[in-house]
């Protein structure tokens, strides 16, 4: 009989289209990784982080996939305890969920306790209808379905994902698999939790297009996820959820402004009845529908921050704060507030820089350094320091030339709360907070220190990054020690090479000669210098190097002198400016 029994469940495993449980699934989490230990436990703790936030929004079913991830999360931490309680608990609130059992089982097999891993290995069969008790065709279908939409979600928030290949990759793979519950659960699934799971799978859809589009994959590839989206996004606008429906209306509008990236527009415009729609009118359904709500006036205040629309997410902020003004029960709101306050600052400090507009308005940081204190003593966290520390690193130096100081207090009080933060879990393995630091020292001419804090940003920032600041912030600390006469020209050549070398290991080497063209270009002089000691200790390559990216700069500059009196003057105050867009 034991025989028989054995047979007939490695057959049903065979047969099976999925398999409970998170810990087999071609997760990066599940895997070993070449990154350094410290940087992944880094990488690991901010996703979870960012996972308890989808938590406050989630209330249905879709809790499930977030807690089992979150699950899976602590115990990749060694927090075991945690994993346990986390899948314990969603195994009392919902029975039938397949993946807690599969996870529980799990760890109590990494505890050692054999006993209760028995149970639930017992108990994840009979709800599979392995043995003696049957479970209803009903029952299995809704419950496999669940089990394959926890492990698509999964899939989108994955650790370690590096190359827009990887991140395509894995977001395609939580498509498919929440396409494949779908299917398997048919008339199964009840229609609001359906409705979850398309509203899940459109933010994974415009993920995957922003990716596409600034990789420049074709329409044609494009297209066919495009329509799916949309087609989705009407079916979400019928849920009685309020908040999926704001949401689905703010990506309506989204999608509507990306339908312009196509030569034709996309048939699921016309399809769905959006073909009269503004963007501008899908943005006020979603802040009409979510008047009430201050979670997800921040969620759409986020979503509009990020799209560049500062004004629209100012306005949002303010409505959540109307209705909930207490900075404990409604931090986010201030947070995100000031963040679109130095935004439009920086923003503004970029167009001057370029001649674009005049100087920018420093009532901006004025603004932000009243939320973040507002928030500072009711929600103390890395986070709010980091954030007020930038605040006040911005009030510190000339908006003009960031390396004159113009306030002193203003920086000792932005190097106090980056010391505060970094007291903070994670607060020392921030390449941010370094970078930041670093930039405060160098204005206080401690260059010495700076570089220091410059080393261990880059050494912080992921394989790959785009985040090139520090390295070039680096090379400027490195030649003012050199100019100055802080540092002999040896040691400075020595460094100067280590960390070009360095940089064009971690980073892409296009955005390095990038950093390298805009320090040819900003201190020429200093340059110059530096190749001559360079030349005189026999480091020719590198001199090469520097010398190649002045030579490319200045021809860049003389095309532009030649073709200058053959362009019509332009205004170009009056051109449109959009704003960074980001994946959701």
Known sequence: ????????????????????????????????????????????????????????????????????????????????????????????????????????????????????????????????????????????????????????????????????????EKLSTGIKLYNKAIAHGKQEIPIEEKRSWYFTVVTMYIRLDGLMLNNGVSEAERLSSFNQALVLLREVLKSTNSGYRALAWCYVGMMLERSDSFTTTPMAVHDCGFSATEPLDCYGKAIDAAKDDPLILNRLAKIFHFLGKQDMAIGVCNMALDNLPDPELNWQAYST?????????????????????????????????????????????????????????????????????????ALNTALVHFATAMEYDLGDMLPEIHLLRGKCLRVKGEEPNAAECFKKSIELDDVGSSHTESFRCLIETLLALFNQRKADAETVIQEVELWVKKAEEKYNKDRVRQELKMVCRNHTADITELSKAMIKSGRVELVKLLFDMMQTDFSKKLAAGRTASLLPEVDFSRQKLTGRSSSM
């Open 1 to 168: 009989m034991e025989e028989t029994a054995d047979v007939d469940i490695e057959t049903l495993i065979n047969e099976m289209d999925y398999l409970p449980g998170h810990f087999h699934l071609d997760l990066n989490l599940n895997c070993e990784s070449t990154t350094p230990a410290l940087l992944r436990r880094r990488d690991t703790k901010l996703k979870r982080d960012s996972l308890q936030f989808e938590l406050e929004f989630e209330t249905g079913s879709q809790q499930y996939a977030v807690r089992n991830l979150l699950g899976v999360f602590a115990f990749h931490l060694d927090d075991f305890e945690e994993a346990e309680e986390i899948f314990l608990n969603i195994s009392k609130e919902a029975p039938g969920n397949l993946n807690a059992w599969a996870n529980l089982a799990y760890v109590y097999d990494r505890l050692n306790k054999d006993q209760e891993g028995s149970h639930c290995a017992e108990k994840l069969s009979s709800l599979m209808g392995i043995g003696s008790l049957a479970v209803s065709e009903r029952d299995a279908r809704l419950q496999a379905a669940q089990c394959m939409v926890e492990h698509g979600y999964a899939f989108a928030f994955d650790v370690g994902l590096v190359s827009d290949d990887e991140k395509i």
């Open 337 to 409: 507030r000031a963040k679109i306050n130095m935004k439009m600052y920086i923003r503004d400090l970029e167009r001057a820089k370029m001649q674009l507009v005049g100087m920018p308005d420093r009532k901006h940081l004025t603004n932000a350094k009243e939320d973040m204190e507002c928030i500072l003593h009711a929600c103390p966290c890395l986070k709010t320091y980091l954030d007020i520390g930038q605040v006040y690193y911005y009030m510190g130096v000339d908006a003009m030339e960031e390396l004159l100081l113009v306030d002193e207090s």
